[in-house]
């Protein structure tokens, strides 16, 4: 079984920063390359905020992500998310997801999600 927690959101100004970490358990986690960040905010449907996927050397992010949000494959088992310039749009509970395949990362249909983490942005 694998399992992934999510780590470091929390409250934080308008223009401040939050890193993110997703930690990955269990042996079959070995297996799959990919790993991404998604996030939901309250009454919105889920969006894709980026990717990465080491043996490809593939990196994706939103345009809300680009020039703020830096993802990064730290480990085998650890994906980090440095956000900055937070803004309060960008409140949302923030979810770590992995698969073997990166196609299937960004379209957010990964087979391994964990259970988020929540950022919010104050005015």
């Known amino acids: 079984q694998v399992q992934l927690v999510e780590s470091g959101g929390g409250l934080v100004q308008t223009g401040g920063s939050l890193r993110l970490s997703c930690t990955a358990s269990?042996?079959?986690?070995?297996?799959?390359?990919?790993m991404g960040w998604f996030r939901q905010a309250p009454g919105k449907d889920r969006e894709f905020v980026a990717a990465v996927s080491t043996n490809e050397g593939k990196i994706n992010y939103s345009d809300s992500a680009k020039g703020r949000f830096t993802i990064a494959r730290d480990s085998a088992r650890t994906m980090t998310l440095q956000m900055n310039n937070l803004q309060p749009e960008d409140t949302a509970k923030y979810f770590c997801?992995?698969?073997?395949?990166?196609?299937?990362?960004?379209?957010?249909?990964?087979?391994?999600w964990g259970k988020g983490t929540l950022v919010t942005v104050s005015d």
């Open positions: 997801t992995a698969d073997e395949l990166f196609r299937t990362v960004l379209i957010g249909t990964a087979d391994y």
């Open positions: 269990g042996r079959p986690f070995s297996l799959f390359d990919a």
